[in-house]
């Protein structure tokens, strides 16, 4: 079916975007069609379009299909493309997605994704840059191989499964943030580095967040030897912060627990600078 500047497919579970026949430029994808959810894009969908400048993808989807053939991803071959948004409900980026978009200068993996595919990236030429979510569990074989500009990769979480040659032919250096575990000085043939952001930050993820024997808690991370402050609050429409607890970040991090959270029936908590 047709909608637009889209070809479509829909079965129950909703709409897969299946060609893309515009001009291109700016384009966003609908986060519906007919009413239903825009839940995947399919492989080779825009593929080759090099008049595609930018594309905003929805939150509505969940999958970038991977390549059925050599090189034919979703946006395989975009290279006037610059600038993705990528949706907060995507958890699989599929097999060559965005093999050879050379115009590309940075991308930001949202937290939601768990897995990139083989050669998603590979020979992104002008990406510098990339920030990857604290769920990414797999980056498959030359995901993003010969990148020949790229330098800084930020990773949220702890080390993803790496597959052959994730980082080969690059020149990245690979970030993570004090207090995440199992980072090696190299990783997939790569240096790593602490990563410091410009203000402290709770990691909402791993064993450390969440319910635990002594209370509800979690682990922040800042710069070696900082003091931070935890508030908390009842209400945020209404908020009034309380500090909690303060705490000097020896090694960059500290855990955090709060005893006294099963006394509210709900209790949000931010951490700042002291």
Known sequence: AQCGDFSYEADGAGVTISEYTGSGGAVTIPDAIQGRPVTRIGDSAFYDCTGLTSVVIPDSVVTLEGSLWWDYGVFSGCSGLTNVVLGRGITHIGDYAFYKCTGLTKVTIPDSVTSIGYKTFQGCIGLTNITIGNSVTHIGSYAFSDCAGL??????????????????????????????????????????????????????????????????????????????VVEACTDLAHPAWSAVSTHALKDGWVDFRDPDWAMHPVRFYRVRAE
């Open 151 to 228: 330098t800084s990769v930020y990773f949220a979480g702890e080390p993803p499964e790496l597959g052959w040659g994730a980082f080969s032919g690059t020149r990245a250096r690979l970030y993570h943030l004090p207090g995440t575990t199992g980072w090696p000085s190299t990783y997939g043939g790569r240096p790593t580095a602490v990563s410091v952001r410009p203000d402290p930050v709770i990691l909402d993820f791993g064993p450390h967040f969440g319910v635990q024997t002594n209370g509800f808690g979690f682990r922040i991370a800042w710069a070696t030897n900082a003091n931070v």
